[in-house]
């Protein structure tokens, strides 16, 4: 826990990224968890994993960007990558934070600038996802998505299971028909608003999918917890929910031995890529999950290897 707590804090460290970043065994490690640094290592990996019968959401890497300028040009990557995604009929969304496009500056121009993408990728037939940051984001994240898919079906957003309002969060946007990743939850957060403890974060994820699955919306279930996923099967089972109403979702690197379990069983599987030059927050985060990853790089920053 003090590990976790640590990792989180330091992916929030302007001093630390350069340091880690410039590192060739860090960059090494990280690749486990990055696609790589361009759009074309990120195409390349969702291909792939087409091939192999799973969809991917690609994750152009960044967070907290400050200026406008910035928040614009990050909208034009994003319009050309669906253009993209179009053109070579790639099976993939995108997934994206709003403080890339300017949450931080100004929540009207960051409204603007999503709305924007997310009506070129609804007339492309495709989806933005709108990932979920730091409890600092949740209200406007959610706030923002209701405004959008009032206006564009092709948007949806995350709920993690480690907050208590959650539940409450999952009904409002389920009346408005919106698309919802369940997640576990990635940042350090307070024991006054997400449950500190595992065993309460799983049960209300479960508790959470038995909402989501029969509301007859398309969601995602995003983790790698075996037991989370062995409930989700059990539950879609006992309720026929079709194996085409949802689909399961996982991180790319992450598991891939249950990634392939889940496709070789017929169950639908989208596996989030991330990628681009910005990778160390994500990278601390996959860290902080799991202490196997910690020691791994630790073993590979020693001398001699
Ligand atoms: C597709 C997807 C999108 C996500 N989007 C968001 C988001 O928008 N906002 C957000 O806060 N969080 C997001 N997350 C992260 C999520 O909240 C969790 O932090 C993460 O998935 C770990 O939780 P878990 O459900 O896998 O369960 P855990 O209980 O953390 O892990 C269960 C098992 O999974 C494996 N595992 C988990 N993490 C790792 C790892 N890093 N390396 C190796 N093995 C691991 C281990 O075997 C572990 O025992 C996303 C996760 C996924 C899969």
């Known amino acids: 826990m003090v590990t976790r707590a640590l990792l989180l804090k330091l ?36 291909r792939i994993l ?23 040009s990050t909208v034009d990557g994003y319009l050309a990558t669906f253009d993209r995604i179009a053109r070579q009929r790639l099976d993939a969304n995108v997934s994206l934070k709003l403080t890339q496009l300017g949450l931080d500056l100004n929540e009207t121009l960051c409204e603007e ?46 709920m993690q299971a480690y907050l208590y309002r959650a539940e409450q969060d999952v009904q409002d946007l389920l009346r408005l028909g919106c698309r919802l990743r369940l997640c576990k939850g990635a940042y350090k957060e307070p024991p006054d608003i997400a449950f500190p403890n595992k065993a309460d974060v799983d049960a209300n994820y479960v508790k959470l999918m038995k909402i989501l699955l029969p509301s007859g919306v398309y969601h995602g ?24 109403q949802f689909e399961f979702q996982m991180l790319y690197g992450i598991r891939t031995d249950l990634q392939e379990q889940l496709v070789r069983e017929g169950y639908r599987l989208r596996i989030y890529i991330p990628f681009g030059t910005d990778w160390f927050p994500y990278f601390m985060r996959r860290l902080a999950e799991r202490p196997a990853n910690l020691m791994f790089f630790l073993r590979n920053l020693m001398p001699g290897r």
Do not use: C, W
């Open 50 to 72: 087409n091939k192999a019968g799973l969809s991917a959401s690609l994750d152009q890497l960044g967070e907290n960007v400050n200026d406008e300028t910035g928040a614009r």
């Open 11 to 46: 992916s929030e460290s302007k001093r630390l990224a350069p340091f880690i970043m410039s590192n060739d065994v860090s960059r090494r490690v990280a690749r486990r968890f990055v696609a790589g640094e361009t759009l074309d290592d990120a195409f390349e990996a969702a």
């Open 221 to 244: 279930i995003a983790t790698h917890d075996p037991a989370m996923i062995q409930a989700t099967k059990d539950f879609v089972r006992e309720k026929n929910v079709g194996r085409d």
């Open 113 to 158: 600038l999503v709305g924007k993408i997310v009506e070129h990728a609804t007339s492309l037939g495709n989806f933005v996802r709108i990932d979920m940051e730091g409890s600092a984001y949740t209200q406007q994240t959610v706030e923002l998505t209701k405004r959008v898919r009032a206006k564009y079906a092709g948007v949806g957003t995350v």
